[in-house]
């Protein structure tokens, strides 16, 4: 069983930053790579960030490319998102994601294994 619980969302200013994070628990096996997916009311889950196991590579949807930034430090299993310049479209649940492999990350919902049970941000003009 794995665990995944987001912290450090909220209420961010239009133009402000927020960070979020993740910490995995439980029986996670491999070099497993991380991300977060958000989830605005009426729409679908869309991809944000994801990071591999070694922290080498990333990826980010084009909405955020510049204004996020996803890190992970393995030692405490945790993957953290820094969300800056905040816009007013960025609001919505942040869910952290766990994937046997970072190329999953392409596959869209499809190709995670785990998911934590989301963190609210939203923001202010």
């Known amino acids: 069983q794995v665990q995944l619980v987001e912290s450090g969302g909220g209420l961010g200013q239009a133009g402000g930053s927020l960070r979020l994070s993740c910490a995995a628990s439980?029986?996670?096996?491999?070099?497993?790579?991380m991300g977060w997916f958000r989830q605005a009311p009426g729409k679908e889950r869309e991809f944000v960030a994801a990071?591999?196991?070694?922290?080498?590579?990333?990826r980010y949807a084009d909405s955020v490319k510049g204004r996020f930034t996803i890190s992970r430090d393995n030692g405490k299993n945790t993957v953290y998102l820094q969300m800056n310049s905040l816009k007013p479209e960025d609001p919505a649940v942040y869910y952290c994601?766990?994937?046997?492999?970072?190329?999953?990350?392409?596959?869209?919902?499809?190709?995670?294994?785990?998911w934590g049970k989301g963190a609210l941000v939203t923001v202010s003009s």
């Open positions: 994601a766990v994937a046997r492999a970072f190329g999953l990350f392409t596959s869209g919902t499809e190709g995670i294994d785990y």
């Open positions: 439980g029986r996670i096996f491999g070099n497993y790579a």
């Open positions: 990071i591999s196991w070694s922290g080498g590579s990333t």
